[in-house]
């Protein structure tokens, strides 16, 4: 089965570049997504086929992709960009998410 | 409006089974997959399984393969996960999600939508 690893934790300082990356093998032959969880919260999608941004999220949000490693990346992170971000993706039956990583904006 | 209500929270007892719904509106139920994803406190999310709304087909992860069963009803827009033989580990919040368009129909690859999730709790 597939496996996708995030680092556990990113801080950055208000106005800076957040960049928050995932790897693995199915990461070369299929598209990830993005999740935001707020505390309490269910899941938004944030980036959808790597590096699409679904109506009504801020342009601060980007995604690339390169090889088996995928990057989210948020550009001048806001405060209210604190949460926990999951990466996904899914291919040959079989369904994955990362770890997630707890980004901090302070 | 489109949405996925889920059912309310349970508290079971260690051996029991649950049965968790989520009823979809507002959108066509038989174009996108349905997937279960739960999260345990304090843990991250956990992909269950998926079923295709339109046909009934499953598949589960297999860590819950023999435990999970998950079905649907196109008369009310609604699927199911039933989990069986509960132990204390599977207390967390399951949540039902619908993306993945399914094939020959015809929508948005930016389409997801997530229930708000059910509190199941298994303890003595």
């Known amino acids: 089965s597939y496996e996708l690893t995030q680092p556990s934790s990113v801080s950055v300082s208000p106005g800076q570049t957040a960049r928050i990356t995932c790897s693995g093998d199915?990461?070369?032959?299929?598209?990830a997504r993005w999740f935001q969880q707020k505390p309490g919260q269910a899941p938004v999608l944030v980036i959808y086929?790597?590096?699409e941004r679904p109506s009504g999220i801020p342009e601060r949000f980007s995604g690339s992709s390169s090889g088996t490693t995928v990057t989210l990346t948020i550009s001048g992170a806001q405060v209210e960009d604190e949460a926990d971000y999951y990466c996904?993706?899914?291919?040959?039956?079989?369904?994955?998410f990362g770890g997630g990583t707890k980004l901090t904006v302070l | 409006q489109v949405q996925l209500v889920q059912s309310g929270a349970e508290v079971k007892k260690p051996g029991a089974s649950v049965k968790v719904s989520c009823k979809a509106s507002?959108?066509?139920?038989?174009?996108?997959?349905m997937h279960w994803v739960r999260q345990a406190p304090g843990q991250g999310l956990e992909w269950m399984g998926i079923?295709?709304?339109?046909?009934?087909?499953?598949s589960y992860a297999q860590k819950f393969q023999g435990r999970v069963t998950m079905t649907r009803d196109t008369s009310t827009s609604t699927v199911y996960m039933e989990l069986s033989s509960l132990r204390s580990e599977d207390t967390a919040v399951y949540y039902c999600?619908?993306?993945?368009?399914?094939?020959?129909?015809?929508?948005?690859?930016?389409?997801?939508?997530w229930g708000q999730g059910t509190m199941v709790t298994v303890s003595s």
């Open positions: 996904y993706s899914a291919a040959d039956n079989n369904w994955v």
């Open positions: 199915v990461l070369a032959k299929k598209y």
């Open positions: 086929k790597d590096s």
């Open positions: 507002g959108y066509t139920f038989t174009s996108y997959y």
């Open positions: 999600a619908s993306w993945d368009l399914i094939v020959g129909a015809t929508g948005d690859d930016a389409f997801d939508i």
């Open positions: 079923i295709n709304p339109s046909g009934g087909s499953t």
